[in-house]
């Protein structure tokens, strides 16, 4: 038996097959399924595209799947979307045996191996999810770039450009900050900065977190700044979750994430620690990533049963394959 995984997202959507004793057999990547950043055809491509190339990879075809779930970026805030992916997800595996969510979902079902909890997502995008010993879910933040995704590596990038401006014209002194934007935008002229953020989309300006990252290396007070605001936010997220549902009070919450921006490591987590500190809360590391997750979380949609041992071969597959 065979169960596909699906981990969509605004910069790339992953898909990864394991059989029911948790070994991952394969794994491939396409670009981004947002609709709203590439409309219905482009995300139409994508889901055929990844889904025929992962099973063609171990010699199957997509009827042969057992189940599949597919966690989608912004699945569920439109309601209009909903029968266009559930339509294209039917038509590309030729069968009802899947799921749709948001892939917040899938985030939370590799970092905490589908166990009560909170999961928080800090990418191109942000959002958090939780799910109590009850069953109970709920989300907080994750609102679209426009007005909200705070702590996303869209929002320091944004933030970074801020910054950037004023210590071009010199209303903040000048930081390695100003010099590491300059360098990775290629700009001759301060001012080209104008023309260059006007054309780019959410991707572009969240890879400008990096050079945040870069100048908090650098002990640029701005950057840690930064950093330390984006964990501000991700503390609210979490305890805006906490509120909606009811967790034991038996023992600490489990708080996970995943996502480029917690790739800055202490930078944010410490912080984070910081203002939850009050809170019953333990940060925990992933114990799978978010395509890792969503096969799992296929294998516990399915009705299947999951044991330590299931989880331990997925993370001994996932690493394997590099995942």
């Known amino acids: 038996m065979f169960f596909l995984g699906v981990d969509g997202g605004g910069t790339k959507t992953a898909f990864a097959i394991t059989n029911r004793d948790g070994e991952l057999l394969a794994h491939t990547e396409q670009g981004t399924s947002y609709?709203?950043?590439v409309g219905i055809a482009e995300v139409e491509r994508v889901l055929k595209?990844?889904?025929q190339d992962?099973?063609?990879s171990i010699g199957i075809k997509p009827e042969d799947l057992a189940f599949s779930f597919w966690g989608l970026p912004g699945f569920g805030e439109n309601l209009d979307y909903i029968p266009h992916l559930e339509r294209m997800?039917?038509?590309?595996l030729g069968t009802d045996r899947f799921k749709c969510g948001n892939?917040?979902?899938v985030g939370w079902a590799g970092s905490l191996a589908c166990r009560p909890g909170i999961h928080l997502v800090a990418g191109t995008g942000a959002i958090g999810y939780g799910v109590d010993q009850g069953g109970n879910s709920a989300r907080s933040s994750g609102w679209s770039e426009v007005f909200g995704d705070e702590g996303s590596a869209y929002w320091i990038g944004?933030?970074?450009l801020g910054i950037f401006s004023k210590q071009a014209d010199q209303r903040l002194p000048r930081t390695p900050l100003y010099s590491l934007v300059k360098e990775k935008l290629g700009l001759e002229r301060d001012l080209d900065l104008i023309p260059w953020a006007s054309g780019q989309g959410r991707n572009q300006i969240a890879t400008l977190s990096t050079a945040v990252f870069e100048a908090a290396q650098q002990r640029d007070?701005?950057?840690i700044e930064l950093f330390r605001e984006a964990a501000y936010e991700h503390a609210l997220t979490v305890k805006a979750i906490i509120a909606q549902l009811d967790f034991s009070k038996d023992s600490p919450i489990q708080v996970s994430y995943s996502g480029g921006v917690f790739k800055s490591g202490e930078l944010v987590l410490a912080p984070l620690r910081e203002?939850?500190?009050d809170e019953n809360v333990f940060l925990q590391e992933p114990r799978l990533s978010p395509i890792t997750g969503a096969c799992l979380y296929a294998l516990v949609q399915s009705g299947e049963t999951v044991t330590e041992g299931l989880i331990e071969n997925l993370i001994r597959t996932e690493q394997a394959l590099g995942l």
């Open 103 to 105: 892939d917040v979902e």
């Open 35 to 37: 609709i709203d950043q």
């Open 275 to 277: 203002f939850l500190k």
């Open 54 to 56: 992962v099973c063609s």
């Open 49 to 51: 595209e990844g889904t």
């Open 158 to 160: 944004n933030k970074a």
């Open 221 to 223: 007070t701005f950057a």
């Open 89 to 92: 997800v039917n038509s590309t």
